[in-house]
C-alpha cells in the first residue's frame, strides 16, 4: 500500500527555504538521519520507487492483433459457418484470422525486442550521509531528511534542497529540456522561479557533470517532479490513429449489414421455397461475399511494408497504426536540441578588437573556414590558443570518428582550434600548464598559468562580464555592446584574456586574477541547426505540415533558432510564464498564432498537444526527456529520440527516431502518407469485389430460378473464399508496393475525421462491382444454359457455370488492378512497380490451376474450360477498362478535380 507523506503536503516550495528551514521542516540535520529513524521513515513514507508500468508481454502484443474490428467480424463468420456445418468455410476464414494476427505479432515484437534493453532513470546505489558517516545504500531506500553526497557522473536519486557545493554542475535536459549543464548554487530562491530555474535544486533522473555537493532530499518516488510527472502519464488517455477509426466504423457497419440482410436473405429463401439448407447456404454465401477477408492481412502487411521502409530512415515504429496516423499529420511539435539542432556546441563568431571573424562548419567536424574583413588573424590566432590553453577538453580520433571528451562548451573551443590548426596536444606541450583556477558557479571565470622556455602567462576565460572587470585599457561600452549583439544572435559568448607574469611564478589563486589582463576577444557559439532540417521544414511547409518548437531552453536561445530556420516570423515566443497565465481562449490563440514555445513544462506540453487536438489537428510530438512522455503519449504520433532518448520517453511514444534527425520525421510523414495512399488503393480494388459478390448473391436468391431443384448459384461459398483470399490479396498486396505520387508532399494533410468512404470511393466501388456482378452473372448464365442445350447434366453444367464466373471475377479484378495504381496521375510509370506483374501472373497460374488441376476441381467442384470460353470471358471482363476511363473522364471534365483527401489548414 502506498502512503501518502505529509511532509511533502506541508511543503512544496523547497527552493524558497534557507537550508536550516528545510532541516527543520524535515526533522533532520546537515549530518545526516539515524540509521534507526531512516528505517523507520521508511516504513512509514514507503521505498523510493516510481509505480512500474505493466511489462509488455507476449500476450499483451497479441491481443492487440486480436483486438481489431475486422478480425470480429471474421471469427463471427467461422461461427456462422460452423452453425451451419460447413466446416472447410470456417476453417479457411479463422485460417486467415490466425496469418493476420502472426503477421502483426512478428513485427511488434520486433520492435518491443529492439527496445526492450532500456533502462531505469532511477540508479541502484546512492552515497548518503547517516550520522555523520558516508554510506552506499540502495536508492530504494533513500528517504526524505537523508543527506545525499553528489559528485560527476552520479545520477540523482531524489529531489534535493542543494547546501554545500563546489563547482556543482548538473545535466537536467531530461527533466526541462536545458541544453547546457546547469550552474547549481546555494542560496534560496524567490517562490515563482519554475523549476527550470531552480538552482539550489537537484532533481531526480539528471545528471551531476562537474564538482562535488551535498543535499538533503526533500522529495522520494512519485512525490518527486519525475514522480509528478510519471504520475501524469498514467493519466493520459492515448488516441486511436484516423485509419483506425475509420476502420472500427466500417467494421461496425458491415457486421450490423451482414446481421439484416443474411437474416433477411434466410427468410425470403425460405418462402421462395428453398430447403433450410440452402436457404443457409445463400445466406452464409452472402456472408463470405461480403466480408473483405483479406482486408486486416491487407492493412497489416501494408503497414508493415511501411515499417521496414521507415526503419531504413532511421525510424523505428512502436505499434502499426502509427505508420498510416503518420500520414495525417498536420501538426509537429518538435523539440530543439538534438533533434533540430546537432546537439554539438559549434564556435560560430570569433570578435577581437581589430573586427569580427565568422566560422563555418557544424558540429564536431574539424572542417571549416574563416571569414572575415577586418579581424587580424594574429589576433584571431592568440584569442584560440589562449582558449584552448584555459580547457579541460580534448578530441581523440578513432576509426568511429571524433570522440571528444569534456564540457561541450570547451569542446567547442577546441574544434574551433582544430579548423584554424590549432592542435590541443602541442599547444600543452609548448605551453606546460603548472596550476589551474577551475571555473565556478560563483566566479564564473577558468585561470590556467602556463609557461613556455621564454616567457609564461596566466589565461583566464569566462563570463564577459566578470572578465572584463579584470581587464584594463578597453572601451567596455563598445565590448558589452558586442556582446549584446551576439547574445540577440542566440550566441552563448565568453571572453577570453591573458596576463603575463614572472617566471618565477608557480601557483596561482584569485589574489592573481583580479586585475591587469589584456582581453584577446569574445566566442560565440552555439548549438548549430542541422544542415539538413532547412530542406525537410521547407518540405512540412509544402506539404501543409505546421512546424512548432517546444523547447526548455531559454526564450532568447529558442527564438535565435526559431527565427533561424524560418519557423519564427513576425509572432513573438511564448514562454512558460505566459502560459501559465492564459485562459482557455488565449491559449487556443496562442497556440494558433504562435511558432517557438520556450520554458515549457510538461503540463504544458501535454495541454499544447490536447488543445491543438481540439482545433481538429492531428498532432505529432517529439521529446526525449522523461518531462516529454506524458505529450507523447497523448500526440497521435508520439516520437522519442533514440540516441538521447530516456526509457520512460520511448515506451511513451509511438515512433522512435534512430538518429534523433528531425529530417527523419520528414521522411516518416512523407512515408506515412505513401501507406495511406496504398491502403486506400488496396481498399478501392477489395470492396468492388466483395459488394460485387454480395450483389450476386442478393441477385440468385432474390430473382434466379431453380432448375431441376437445384439454386443456380454463380459461386459456392468456398469459391467465394477463393476470390477473397487467395485472388484479391494476391492481387490487392502489390499496391503496397506502389511508389509515392508525384504530389505526394505538395498536398496538405487529410482531416483527422475525414472518412476513407467518401463520395470518390463509393461511386467508383459500386460502379465497379455493379459492372463486376453484372458480367459475371450474364457469363454464368450464357454457360450453363450453353451446357444444358448440350444436353451436359444440371450438376455439370453447373459447375462448368460456376468456373467461369469465378474466371471472369477473377479476370475483372486483373484489369481493374491498373486503374488501381494511381487515382490522380495517368502517366504513373507502368513499370515502376514489377510486383504488381509478379502478382497477375501468380493469380492467372493459380486459376489456371483451379481450373485445370484434378484435386483443385475436387475441392472447389470446379471443371475444364476450353479457348474459347475462357477467350469470351477475357472479352467481356475488359469491357471494365473503357468503363472505368469514361468514369475518370467524366469526374475529370464536369468537376473540379477533387483528390480523395479532405484536408486540414495548415495553421
Known amino acids: 500500500m502506498e502512503r501518502k507523506n505529509p511532509i511533502f503536503q506541508q511543503q512544496k516550495l523547497w527552493h524558497a527555504l534557507e537550508k536550516e528551514e528545510v532541516c527543520h521542516q524535515l526533522n533532520t540535520s546537515l549530518s ?37 474490428p475486422i478480425v470480429y467480424v471474421l471469427l463471427f463468420s467461422t461461427a456462422m459457418a460452423l452453425l451451419l456445418g460447413k466446416i472447410a468455410d470456417s476453417l479457411v476464414v479463422f485460417t486467415v484470422v490466425v496469418l493476420n494476427t502472426i503477421i502483426g505479432f512478428i513485427q511488434e515484437y520486433r520492435a518491443h525486442t529492439t527496445l526492450k534493453a532500456l533502462t531505469s532513470l532511477i540508479p541502484h546505489k546512492t552515497m548518503v550521509l547517516r550520522a555523520g558517516h558516508t554510506k552506499s545504500i540502495h536508492s530504494s531506500h533513500i528517504v526524505p531528511g537523508d543527506v545525499v553526497v553528489l559528485e560527476a557522473g552520479d545520477r540523482v536519486s531524489a529531489d534535493l534542497r542543494l547546501f554545500s557545493i563546489k563547482n556543482l554542475q548538473c545535466d537536467e535536459s531530461t527533466l526541462t529540456g536545458e541544453s547546457l549543464p546547469v550552474d547549481k548554487r546555494i542560496e534560496k530562491l524567490s517562490a515563482e522561479v519554475p523549476v527550470a530555474d531552480q538552482k539550489c535544486m537537484a532533481f531526480n533522473g539528471t545528471y551531476i557533470t562537474a564538482g562535488v555537493g551535498l543535499g538533503i532530499v526533500v522529495a522520494t518516488g512519485l512525490e518527486t517532479e519525475f514522480g509528478k510527472i510519471s504520475t501524469l502519464i498514467e493519466h493520459v488517455t492515448p488516441l486511436e490513429t484516423p485509419m483506425t477509426g475509420t476502420i472500427k466504423k466500417i467494421a461496425r457497419g458491415i457486421t450490423w449489414g451482414i446481421l439484416i440482410v443474411s437474416f433477411a436473405l434466410f427468410l425470403i429463401g425460405r418462402l421462395r421455397g428453398s430447403s433450410l439448407f440452402d436457404a443457409g447456404l445463400a445466406a452464409i454465401a452472402l456472408t463470405v461475399a461480403a466480408i473483405p477477408e483479406g482486408l486486416p492481412a491487407i492493412i497489416t502487411i501494408t503497414s508493415a511494408i511501411g515499417v521496414r521502409r521507415m526503419a531504413r530512415k532511421q525510424a523505428i515504429i512502436r505499434q502499426l497504426p502509427a505508420v498510416e496516423a503518420l500520414g495525417s499529420t498536420s501538426v509537429i511539435c518538435t523539440d530543439k536540441t538534438g533533434t533540430l539542432t546537432c546537439n554539438e556546441m559549434t ?9 569580427s571573424s565568422f566560422v563555418s562548419g557544424i558540429g564536431y567536424n574539424l572542417e571549416g573556414t574563416f571569414s572575415s574583413e577586418s579581424a587580424d588573424q594574429k589576433e584571431i590566432f592568440e584569442l584560440l590558443k589562449a582558449a584552448i590553453l584555459c580547457n579541460e577538453a580534448s578530441l581523440n580520433e578513432t576509426r568511429g570518428g571524433i570522440a571528444p571528451i569534456g564540457d561541450p562548451t570547451e569542446i567547442a573551443l577546441i574544434v574551433c582550434g582544430r579548423k584554424r590548426g590549432l592542435l590541443e596536444n602541442e599547444l600543452r606541450e609548448e605551453w606546460t600548464r603548472k596550476d589551474i583556477i577551475p571555473f565556478t558557479s560563483e566566479k564564473k571565470i577558468m585561470a590556467t598559468l602556463n609557461a613556455s622556455t621564454a616567457e609564461q602567462y596566466i589565461f583566464v576565460k569566462g563570463a564577459p562580464e566578470e572578465i572584463l572587470a579584470i581587464c584594463s585599457d578597453i572601451n567596455s561600452c563598445l565590448i558589452e555592446e558586442q556582446v549584446l549583439v551576439m547574445a540577440k544572435e542566440g550566441l552563448r559568448v565568453l571572453a577570453v584574456a ?37 530542406k525537410a521544414l521547407q518540405a512540412c511547409r509544402e506539404a501543409g505540415v505546421t512546424v512548432k518548437m517546444v523547447t526548455g531552453d531559454h526564450p532568447i536561445t529558442a527564438e535565435a533558432i526559431g ?20 485562459n482557455a481562449a488565449e491559449w487556443k490563440r496562442a497556440v494558433k498564432e504562435a511558432h517557438v514555445f520556450a520554458r515549457v513544462s510538461p503540463e504544458h506540453k501535454l495541454r499544447l498537444v490536447e488543445v491543438l487536438q481540439e482545433l481538429g489537428h492531428v498532432v505529432a510530438m517529439t521529446g526525449d526527456g522523461v518531462n516529454d512522455a506524458p505529450a507523447l503519449k497523448r500526440a497521435d504520433i508520439g516520437i522519442a529520440m533514440g540516441i538521447k532518448g530516456t526509457a520512460v520517453a520511448k515506451e511513451a511514444s509511438d515512433m522512435v527516431l534512430a538518429d534523433d534527425n528531425f529530417a527523419s520525421i520528414q521522411t516518416a510523414v512523407e512515408e506515412g502518407r505513401r501507406v495511406y495512399d496504398n491502403l486506400i488503393k488496396s481498399l478501392a480494388f477489395i470492396l468492388p469485389t466483395s459488394l460485387g459478390q454480395s450483389l450476386v448473391v442478393l441477385f440468385v436468391v432474390l430473382f434466379f430460378p431453380f432448375h431441376e431443384g437445384i439454386l443456380l448459384q454463380p459461386m459456392s461459398p468456398v469459391q467465394i473464399l477463393w476470390v477473397n483470399l487467395v485472388v484479391a490479396v494476391a ?14 508532399m505538395k498536398r496538405p494533410p487529410r482531416k483527422k475525421n475525414a472518412s476513407i468512404l467518401n463520395s470518390f470511393l463509393l461511386i467508383k466501388t459500386l460502379l465497379v462491382a455493379v459492372v463486376m456482378a453484372m458480367g459475371t452473372i450474364g457469363l454464368f448464365l450464357w454457360e450453363y444454359k450453353a451446357e444444358i442445350r448440350k444436353g451436359t447434366a444440371p450438376e455439370m453444367a453447373l459447375s462448368e457455370a460456376q468456373t467461369i464466373a469465378v474466371t471472369a471475377l477473377i479476370l475483372f479484378q486483373v484489369f481493374y488492378l491498373f486503374n488501381c495504381r494511381s487515382f490522380r496521375f495517368s502517366s504513373t510509370h507502368f513499370f515502376s512497380n514489377p510486383t504488381i506483374f509478379i502478382g497477375v501472373g501468380a493469380v492467372l497460374l493459380a486459376q ?9 476441381n475436387y475441392l472447389f467442384k470446379s471443371s475444364n ?14 469491357l471494365i477498362v473503357p468503363v472505368i476511363l469514361f468514369e475518370n473522364f467524366i469526374r475529370k471534365k464536369f468537376q473540379k478535380f477533387h483528390h480523395h483527401y479532405s484536408t486540414t489548414k495548415p495553421l
Open 347 to 355: 564556435v560560430q563568431k570569433l570578435w577581437t578588437p581589430s573586427g
Open 731 to 744: 492481387l490487392s498486396l502489390p499496391l503496397a508496393f506502389e511508389s509515392a505520387e508525384p504530389d505526394i
Open 32 to 68: 545526516g538521519l539515524e540509521e534507526k529513524e531512516a528505517q523507520k521513515r521508511l516504513q512509514e513514507f514507503g521505498p523510493n520507487l516510481l509505480r512500474q508500468a505493466h511489462e509488455e508481454t507476449l500476450l499483451r502484443i497479441l491481443w492487440r492483433q486480436l483486438h481489431n
Open 848 to 856: 489456371a490451376a483451379f481450373i485445370y488441376l484434378p484435386f483443385m
Open 498 to 534: 591573458r596576463k603575463k607574469v614572472e617566471s618565477s611564478l608557480s601557483l596561482i589563486d584569485e589574489t592573481n586574477i583580479k586585475t591587469g589582463f589584456t582581453l584577446l576577444g569574445l566566442t560565440g557559439m552555439i548549438d548549430p541547426p542541422r544542415e539538413e532540417v532547412y
Open 563 to 582: 527565427r533561424h530556420l524560418g519557423i519564427l516570423q513576425e509572432t513573438k515566443v511564448v514562454t512558460g510564464m505566459d502560459l501559465a497565465k492564459f
Open 865 to 878: 474450360l476450353d479457348t474459347e470460353e475462357l477467350l469470351f470471358s477475357t472479352l467481356i471482363t475488359f
